[in-house]
Structures are given as C-alpha cells and as structure tokens.
C-alpha cells in the first residue's frame, strides 16, 4: 500500500521537507507510518497527528492510500 | 456562515461590513453583532517580532473551522457568522484574524463567537513562525487568552 505523509511546522523544518511517500505491505499505525520513515527519530512528544486530515491517535491503523500528517501543537489566531 | 483563508492582508472591519450588507432581511431579526480581531503583536515571550509566517494544512485546516464554526451554530441561535483568517507572511498590526457572528441576543453573540475563538486556536491546522533579531522561531503554544 502507500501512504502519503505530510509535516507541518517546526517538523516539517527539522525533517527538512515537506512530504513522503511510504510504500508498505502490511498492517501499520499511524505510529508505524513514522517508525518506517524515521528508523532513528522517534517521534516528538508533543507531535499530534491526522489521516485523512482528521485528528487520530497514534495507534490508528492506515489504510492504502491515506495520507497521514505529523504536525506540532497548533499556534493560530 | 462563510470561511475563508486569506494570503493578503485584510481590513476586518470593511469586511463585516460588505458582508452584513448582504445579509438580506437579517437586520430585522439581529439585535446583537459580536467581533473579534486579532491582530499581530510586535512583541512575543519577551522579545521583538518583525514579521510573521503563518502556515496552515490545505483542506483540513478549512475543513476544521467549518467544523467549529457549525458547532457554535449548534449550541447557540447565530443568524450568521463569518470567520477571515490570514495565511502567509504579515507584519505587526496586520490583522490576523476576524470572527463575527450575528445573533438576536447579546449573550448568544458573545458566547458564540468567544467559542468559535477558542476553539480555533486551540485545534484549527496553524503554525506560526516568528522572525526576531536572534533569528526565526516557531511558536510552541499559544498565549492563555
């Protein structure tokens, strides 16, 4: 399968882009998603994160064609 | 109820107006207007801010200030609401932000657009980053209120 990711944020600035691509067989978390393409990163504490531009816990399972965001805590207004 | 991204600056109070002008027959029903504006400080945690970016996800973040926006219109009696957000670069004094709702009583105004403020600051899709004299720097949380 092959999921779409997106980085917003000071994430998005430390990982130095903006996107990924995962091509994936089995099942995965949202969590897994990040495992995948950041073997030695763990994820920050305070990252929130969303499929299909809905918020999802980590332990959310994906599906083909999902596209998952990690972003920081929110800062608008 | 209207939702709206900006990439240039606005003036909010032009905006509310041409925008309550086309409300037909609501000036008979509506006895209460409630704005609110944001606008950007020239000063953050302690520090000079010369210039602003604001990022937003594309769709969810539209997406999720419908939401909220529906929400309030659920909880209270809103004749109508309006909600402008800017994106992009701003400098100090740009507004950022405008909420205006529209509702035959007062409280119903205050409350609702109170909320609609809360909750996009607290779960609508921005990031702020902030240029200083030390250097740029994204904004970890936001002010309590």
Redesign the interface.
């Known amino acids: 399968m092959t999921i779409d990711v ?1 980085y ?3 994430l ?2 430390r990982l130095g882009r903006a996107e990924d691509r995962l091509d994936a067989v089995g099942e995965l978390t949202v969590a897994g998603v990040w495992v995948a393409l950041h073997p030695e990163t763990p994820l920050p504490l305070n990252t929130l994160t ?1 499929v299909n ?2 918020c999802a816990e980590p332990t959310q399972t994906v599906r083909d064609g999902d596209e998952v ?1 990690f ?7 | 109820m209207k939702i709206e991204l900006r990439a240039r600056s606005f003036d909010p109070l032009l905006e509310v107006g041409f925008y309550q002008s086309g409300l037909g027959e609501l000036p008979g029903q509506c006895g209460a207007t409630a704005i609110f504006i ?1 606008t950007m400080r020239d000063f953050n945690e302690g520090e000079a801010v010369h210039r602003m970016m ?4 594309p ?2 973040t539209e ?1 999720h200030l419908q939401r909220i926006v529906e929400v309030a219109a659920r909880e209270w009696p809103l004749l109508d609401a309006l909600v402008i ?1 800017r994106v992009g670069d701003l400098q100090p004094n740009d507004p ?2 405008l909420v205006a709702v529209w509702s035959a009583h007062r409280a119903a105004a205050f409350a609702a657009c109170r909320f609609i ?1 809360e909750e ?10 902030e240029e200083t004299a030390s250097g740029p720097r ?5 002010t309590p209120g």
């Open positions: 997106k917003f944020g000071s998005r600035d969303a531009m809905e965001a972003f920081p805590p929110v800062t608008g207004g | 944001g604001l990022e937003h996800y769709g969810m997406r957000h950022i932000v403020m996009l600051k607290s779960k609508a899709p921005f990031w702020k980053r994204w904004v970890e949380h936001n």
